[in-house]
């Protein structure tokens, strides 16, 4: 354990937010500067991660570990490690953050009324700062092996994401005036925080129940995810079927509202409907993988027969939300929220994927977890440029906005068709193979799921065209097209879609080592394939 | 070298679409030149190809590992044989030639760079489909030419209707994509892979309802692809994309493409009768609702689109068919690939001498005025009517020929019904032909105003138009010479020969004989007599075609406005029950809180009396203990 | 008879006193009725040390008293300093515990 | 005495005890009930009073002389009294209404207290113990020399307590109940002359009963206009909320009385005039003066004798 490289790319946002926040009020250019500065710097640490992470055979399954201990009465330790999936995450929060900063570069400027000198306008400083915290606190939720210190961070990434929820809105709602926007800010900011403070409460008390199971199984309690994995292959720890299962709902039940599942998802589409579109991808392609990622890393690590036991009823929720959320995204007059409940569809997926409990299943749900993260962020940028131009989220308000706005009715496009994964982008291949992974072993459930691709084509495609072709819709005339830093911004979203979508080889490499071990620690193997194909020629 | 074929249009497309400002000028030309390139690609490589015998003319290419996970071993790899070549060489000589074309149709529209972009884009996807070594690649070019025609169909994308109907295009076409996609599950769940060589080898021990099951799906996909019914709605309305695309891809390459599907998959089929049956009765009845609808259509392009439906609805039949079908389908592909092509060229011809006037009513006499079309027009008209001896004749009629060695009722059956298409589509083509090119001119100023001056189109457009005439005269016959095409295909297609109850000349004769019959109807009915300007309001049948057979008000009721309800319904269900309940507990909550806090009224002596109680409350608990 | 009949009377009187604690408003009785309650309970004391033969009861009682008697000081003087300041003697003139 | 020790040293308690406790025992009872009920406070303290010296009967009867001396002492003696000065203080006469006016109070009250009566019995039925060991052994060398051995060994840590208890106890009594004067009382002539200055009520405050019927110095005087004024009552009296009521006929009758003279004289309606009422009052006054309603008809009739 040489240099604790995790604990660096973790502390540089940290303390790329103290600094940002620690810039004079009128110095808010040099804050700017200052949190993208930081977050490169955290993009090259994570690539460096990346590098450092060993993919060859035998490699073991956490890597970079670090291990302090920290409160010792209760065993609660600062353990940090890596799986293939972990840094995948990390890799895709760090690359995300830069964007979202320059996605954000004016949103939290004093608006016209508001003079940089008068004390009440929103800090500039404080937005970029909370970005960065967010950042921090979500790099180390991915790398915490202990379970305490995960729930720690889990949590409080809740205290930035309230108040850049709260406090930054575009003012674009349906609403007109000033009050009733700030009203429906705060609305969604409290949902948000307390759909997910009862989620974490309920966790905590799992968390409690693990350490007390632990605690008179083993010579000592732990809170560390390796010694229980350990403690389980060894037979020597094994809680009841009755008490496996309570905690795995507690953590469950946690993990399906981060990463909204039906019928816990109604925050999300108040949340990214109010808050300016860098925090909304920061919410949907961030903060909420944690929950999937969670329930992949934790729910079926730790209680593996439990989450055999919820199996159908979480495919089940996950089916009716892949529908629901794509319906519901039919039915949407607000471009942001339209987004919202696609994402929501999305996270149907990925669930999907992760209870199918097939190497290609979690395989692909953990790519899915990426190629959305940059898929959203793509479409939602692009559409708050767009919104920031008109000033309105109805999309009714738009237009043959392509006549005024090429570029930006392109990227557009692109996104959108990322977003019903179409192939040759990053998304059709994480939707496939987490299709492949359902339908081989539940065929319903695969073939129920595949109406999602034609709802989804449907919801991309009317909100296509309503925004971007047809008559120009007066009022429209004078839209500028995108300028350079907002090319800046999704160009590389985009070459990376495409990338992913034609050689996501090296991604796969790094994920299935981690899937393997997943799927062992549930004691599932894929199934066999009906007649083995005869050996077929290269 | 097969890579190359396909990057050579995507670098095309790529270039164009990010060149941006200053590819304007010359932008068609690199379009034009690289679709050039892979058609020189295509032809050394059929070359090579012939070069080699029998069984190692089929090349493979294994570009590297796509998505491997576990089992799923997905490669981007290649795959060219005799079948894909045919393909190829259709793809990409009918693409440049139309490249070619668009320079001319195009030069005054100002995103014409973007167009082009957009054809080579679909060059490429095109290529991928045929190329791809297993159906997973083939499925990526699948919803790649599904993009392109998206985008091609909405080029104009100010108009509402052309932006509609490229949604719809891509929106049917999905459903058709996730049959394509169960089938690669299917596969892989049943052979744990997909790729063409383990499957097809597989199929063989395999039981019957896995392989009908994947056969249907597959079906299902060509349907999309192929506007074959039930997905045949979104065709007629492609039409309103730019002539060339409808040339190039709802007539010639694209809507063949479930043609393909479905012989390169034979070896599933042969396996699932079933699905073979369904497959025969698909195609039996969009060959006859294609063929009624173009007879009613007065749009000239909705017409050939009429057209088309009907033509791939043979060829669907005869892969339907087995073995015996399958050269036969792929045959009448190619040739139909020329004349149709050749048709809607020159229909684009005659619109762009008509300042873009589509109403067959309003055109007549055009044959003076533009020769070249006419001429070129012709020779499509008389191929694809099954003219003796013109390209049309002999793959088709080798179809009907086919249909009849069914053997028993259904031979008849299916002869039957491909006897009475053929007289339709000698019916509907001479109306066409006689509406546009003879009687006296019928044309007025349109909105703006100006009376449309009819003349020629330049040599970049009259140019393909003749190769194609030339193709659609001259392919059937040389496919013929001595069944070349048969044994060129037969290696990969295998071939059967059903014993037909009629011979060759029999079925011949009857084609010939349907085919007079229907021009002569056409004749009788818009030759003698001049044609009246505005469509009289016809007979039922007439004004149920005029509507595609009401295929667009039943999906509307079916499918469309109970969808609508659904989706606001949950809207408010989610708003009012899944939020409703949220809030209310929160508000639940509110209410018990201020309901308890009346409980601390400050009195001293009310917290006396609690304070007793709860001393009672003791007592009781330890005599309670005590008595236990 | 048994002595259990003192420790009965005490019980009741114990209970008089709450009940007067309980009822009336008037600061000083309620303080009374305090000191029925303790003196109730100094009855069952002494009456225990009676039973039990030992003297520990009677000091216990003992104790009671001198503690009950700085209660009352104490009280009475809050009692009259209230008094001063409110004009009443009532404990429920003002909800003097709701901020 | 000596009769009681004997008594309270054997095992077993004997008729004469058995008829003191049902004689008394009500009785202390009757007293509890007195000292929660009595609508005056003075007299519930009384009945406590009562209840207590019987307590302290008991005591001894229980061999508890030092106790029920002191009970007598202490309590009865000084804990009582004291009460019965804080009660002077803040008006004997007070009563207060045993009208409830917590909604809901009484009754949960009643169950309290019965509930807790009630387990309380129950508790003593359950834990009862026959057989007693008298206390004859532990007052052997009498009962204080008990008592103060126990107090002065084993319990000398708490007894020291409860004497640094007590001393805080009176410190803070006085603390609480004594006020800092902060300047000298002023001088008679110095309120005068504040009276003046501020001219509010130059002439010395009204005195009581004038112009009432009554002339007792609890009843307010009647201003000119009929309307009873509290200047004129003590304040002390006031503080204590004990002023007289003036009946409404009373009012009504020196109404009466007035209009009518003025009829007398012929004089033109001007209710309230000083100089008449006055006279009028003073007459009243004057006259046979105890009970507002009946002396009314007395000036009435000695108004119609004048008139003759």
Not at chain 1, 312 to 339: C, E, N, W
Not at chain 2, 62 to 83: E, G, K, M, T, Y
Not at chain 2, 526 to 538: L, Q
Request: charged content about 15%.
């Amino acid at each position: 354990m040489s240099f604790p490289l995790l604990t660096a790319t973790a502390l540089t946002p940290a303390v790329g937010a103290v600094v940002t926040a620690a810039v004079p009020a009128a110095r808010r250019t040099a804050a700017k500067w200052l949190a993208l500065l930081f977050s490169l710097a955290t993009v090259v640490l994570a690539a460096a991660v990346l590098l450092r992470f060993d993919t060859g055979e035998g490699a073991d399954r956490f890597q970079l570990t670090e291990s302090r201990s920290w409160i010792a009465d209760f065993g609660v330790r600062y353990e940090l490690g890596v799986d293939g999936i972990g840094v995948a995450m990390i890799a895709l929060t760090a690359l995300l953050i830069p964007f979202l900063i320059g996605a954000g570069w004016n949103d939290a400027d004093p608006k016209g009324d508001e003079a940089p000198a008068t004390r009440r306008w929103r800090p500039t400083q404080g937005f970029f700062a909370l970005i960065l915290m967010v950042e921090a606190m979500v790099i180390l939720s991915f790398a915490a092996t202990d379970i305490f210190l995960f729930y720690i961070f889990f949590e409080a990434m809740l205290i930035p994401m309230y108040f850049l929820i709260g406090g930054f809105g575009d003012r674009a709602g349906e609403q007109d005036s000033e009050e009733g926007q700030a009203r429906q800010r705060s609305y969604a900011a409290v949902k948000f925080l307390l759909y997910n403070l009862v989620g974490g409460l309920v966790m905590l008390a799992a968390v409690i129940g693990l350490y007390v199971a632990t605690a008179d199984q083993l010579p000592e309690g732990t809170f560390s995810l390796q010694a229980i994995l350990d403690a389980r292959a060894a037979g020597e720890l094994d809680f009841g079927t009755g008490t496996e299962r309570w905690l795995f709902l507690g953590f469950f039940v946690a993990f399906a509202i981060k990463a909204p599942l039906w019928p816990l998802h109604t925050w999300l589409p108040n949340a990214m409907g109010e808050s300016t579109a860098p925090v909304a991808v920061l919410i949907t392609a961030v903060v909420d993988k944690v929950g999937t990622f969670a329930m992949l890393r934790f729910c079926l690590g730790l209680f593996p027969e439990a989450s055999d036991w919820a199996t159908p009823v979480v495919i089940t929720l996950a089916l009716v939300s892949i529908i629901y959320g794509a319906l519901l995204a039919l039915g949407q007059r607000d471009m942001k929220r339209l987004i919202a409940y696609a994402s929501i569809s999305h996270f149907g997926f990925i669930v999907l994927g992760i209870f199918a409990m097939t190497s290609q299943g979690q395989g692909g749900a953990t790519l899915y977890m990426i190629n959305h993260g940059v898929a959203t962020a793509a479409l939602l940028l692009v559409a708050g440029f767009l919104i920031a131009r008109r000033g309105s989220r109805l999309i009714s308000d738009y237009g043959g906005v392509q006549k005024t706005a090429p570029v930006l009715a392109g990227t557009f496009l692109i996104g959108g068709l990322a977003t019903l994964s179409l192939p040759g982008l990053g998304p059709f291949v994480s939707e496939f193979l987490v299709l492949v992974g359902t339908f081989s072993r539940y065929k319903a459930a695969g073939i129920v799921a595949c109406a999602g691709i034609v709802l989804a084509a449907l919801y991309v495609l009317i909100l296509y065209q309503r925004t971007m072709t047809g008559p120009l819709k007066p009022g429209l005339e004078k839209l500028p097209d995108l300028k350079v830093r907002e090319l800046a911004v999704v160009a590389p979203l985009i070459a990376l879609l495409i990338f992913l979508g034609v050689y996501p080889k090296p991604l796969t490499d790094i994920v299935n080592p981690a899937v393997e071990h997943t799927l062992s620690d549930v004691q599932k193997t894929d199934p066999e394939p009906e007649t083995p194909a005869v050996e077929a020629a290269p | 070298m097969i890579g190359l074929l396909v990057g050579a249009p995507l670098l095309g497309a790529a270039v164009l679409l990010v060149g941006g400002r200053f590819l304007e000028r010359v932008g068609h030309w690199v379009a034009t030149a690289l679709a050039a390139v892979s058609l020189v690609l295509a032809a050394t490589l059929f070359f090579d190809m012939l070069g080699r015998e029998g069984e190692d003319r089929a090349l493979h290419q294994h570009l590297f590992s796509w998505i491997p996970v576990a089992d799923f071993q997905a490669d981007v790899a290649f795959r060219l044989d005799q079948l894909s070549m045919t393909f190829v060489l259709l793809i990409t000589s009918v693409g440049t030639l139309i490249h070619l074309y668009s320079i001319g149709y195009m030069e005054h529209d100002p995103r014409r760079r973007r167009f082009f972009a957009y054809l080579n884009l679909f060059l490429a996807a095109m290529l991928l489909l045929v190329l791809a070594d297993n159906y997973l690649l083939l499925y990526v070019g699948w919803e790649g030419v599904g993009l392109a025609s998206f985008l091609l169909i909405g080029f104009w994308q100010h108009k509402p209707s052309a932006a509609t109907a490229a949604k719809k295009a891509f929106v049917v076409n999905r459903v058709g994509d996730v049959g394509l996609a169960i089938a690669v599950m299917l596969m892989f769940t049943t052979f744990g892979s997909f790729a063409f060589e383990p499957v097809l080898a597989g199929a063989n021990e395999t039981g019957e309802g896995t392989l009908t099951a994947i056969g249907l799906m597959l079906l299902l996909a060509a349907c999309g692809k192929s506007a074959q019914v039930p997905l045949q709605s979104w065709l007629g309305d492609a039409m309103e994309g730019p002539t060339p695309v409808s040339a190039l891809i709802h007539a010639a390459t694209m809507v063949t493409a479930g043609v393909y599907l479905i012989t390169r998959s034979g070896a599933i089929f042969n396996g699932a009768p079933d699905a073979q049956t369904v497959v025969i009765v698909v195609g039996a009845v969009t060959l006859l609702f294609g063929a009624i609808v173009g007879c009613a259509k007065d749009d000239i392009k909705k017409a050939l689109a009429g057209s088309t439906m009907s033509q791939i609805g043979y060829m669907m039949l005869a892969t339907g068919l087995g073995p015996v079908g399958y050269v036969f389908a792929i045959m009448h592909l190619v040739t139909h690939g020329f004349f149709k092509a050749g048709l809607f060229l020159g229909a684009g011809s005659v619109m762009h001498g008509m300042n873009d006037e589509v109403d067959m009513r309003r055109y007549g006499g055009l044959r003076k005025y533009m020769p070249i079309t006419f001429v070129t027009f012709g020779l499509a008209y008389l191929a694809i009517i099954g003219f003796p001896y013109l390209s049309g004749y002999f793959s088709k009629d080798e179809i009907i020929y086919a249909g009849f060695s069914k053997g028993g009722a259904e031979g008849w059956i299916l002869g039957g019904v491909m006897l009475l298409g053929a007289a339709l589509t000698a019916y509907y083509m001479t109306r066409i032909m006689l509406l546009t090119f003879f009687g006296e001119k019928r044309w007025q100023p349109d909105a703006q105003g100006h009376e449309p001056h009819p003349h020629e189109s330049p040599l970049s457009m009259t140019i393909p138009m003749m190769v194609l005439a030339v193709g659609s005269v001259g392919a059937g016959f040389f496919f013929d010479q001595g069944e070349a095409f048969v044994h060129w295909l037969e290696p990969v297609t295998g071939l059967g020969h059903g014993d037909s109850p009629v011979s060759h000349g029999t079925v011949a004769l009857a084609a010939t004989g349907v085919m007079l019959l229907g021009v002569a109807g056409a004749w009788w009915q818009y030759g003698r007599r001049p044609v009246e300007a505005v469509a009289p309001s016809g007979r039922w049948i007439t004004r149920a075609a005029r509507r595609d057979l009401l295929q667009d008000d039943f999906n509307h009721a079916v499918l469309v406005r109970p969808g609508n309800y659904l989706t606001r319904g949950l809207v408010y269900l989610d708003h009012k029950l899944v939020d409703g309940v949220v809030n209310g507990t929160a508000a639940s909550f509110g209410g018990l809180s201020g309901r308890l806090r009346r409980v601390q009224n400050g009195f001293a002596r009310t917290y006396a009396v609690s304070m007793f109680g709860g001393a009672a409350v003791l007592v009781a608990a330890t005599l309670l203990m005590r008595a236990v | 008879m048994s002595p259990e009949n003192y420790l009965y009377l005490s019980a009741l009187l114990f209970t008089l006193g709450a009940a007067g604690v309980l009822l009336r408003r008037n600061a000083i009785v309620v303080f009374m009725c305090v000191e029925l309650m303790l003196n109730a309970a100094n009855l069952a004391l002494v009456t225990f040390s009676r039973m039990h033969g030992n003297l520990d009861g009677q000091i216990l009682a003992f104790f009671v008293m001198v503690v009950a008697a700085a209660e009352v000081v104490v009280g009475l003087a809050i009692i009259v300093t209230v008094y001063r300041s409110r004009h009443s003697a009532s404990v429920d003139d003002a909800s003097l515990m709701k901020l | 005495m000596s009769t009681l020790a004997s008594l309270a040293a054997e095992t077993s308690t004997s008729t004469g005890e058995a008829a003191q406790f049902w004689v008394l025992g009500p009785i202390a009872l009757l007293g509890g009930l007195g000292t929660v009920l009595m609508r005056r406070a003075v007299y519930s303290a009384l009945c406590l009073a009562g209840t207590m010296v019987i307590l302290a009967l008991f005591y001894l009867a229980n061999g508890a002389y030092f106790l029920g001396m002191v009970q007598i002492v202490v309590y009865t003696g000084a804990v009582m009294m004291l009460f019965l000065f804080v009660l002077m203080l803040v008006g004997v006469s007070s009563t207060d209404s045993l009208k409830e006016t917590l909604k809901g109070q009484r009754l949960l009250a009643a169950a309290c207290a019965l509930g807790l009566g009630l387990l309380l019995v129950a508790g003593i039925g359950q834990a009862s113990t026959g057989s007693f060991t008298g206390l004859a052994q532990a007052n052997s060398e009498g009962n204080v020399q008990g008592l103060a051995s126990l107090l002065f060994t084993r319990y000398v840590v708490a007894f020291e307590v409860t004497g640094v208890l007590l001393t805080i106890a009176a410190v803070g009594a006085t603390l609480m109940t004594h006020r800092e004067r902060l300047e000298r009382a002023k001088s008679q002539r110095e309120q005068a002359e504040a009276r003046i200055r501020e001219n509010k009520h130059v002439p010395p405050l009204p005195a009581p009963g004038v112009y009432a019927r009554h002339n007792a110095v609890d009843l307010p005087g009647l201003l000119p206009d009929g309307t009873p004024s509290e200047l004129t009552v003590n304040p002390t009296l006031r503080a204590r909320g004990q002023v007289r009521e003036v009946h409404q006929e009373a009012l009504a009758a020196v109404r009466a009385l007035e209009q009518r003279t003025n009829r007398h004289h012929g004089r033109a309606e001007t209710p309230g005039e000083p100089g008449e009422g006055g006279a009028n009052g003073a007459n009243g006054v004057n006259g046979k003066g105890v009970g507002a309603g009946s002396d009314d008809e007395g000036a009435v009739t000695d108004a119609e004798e004048a008139r003759k």
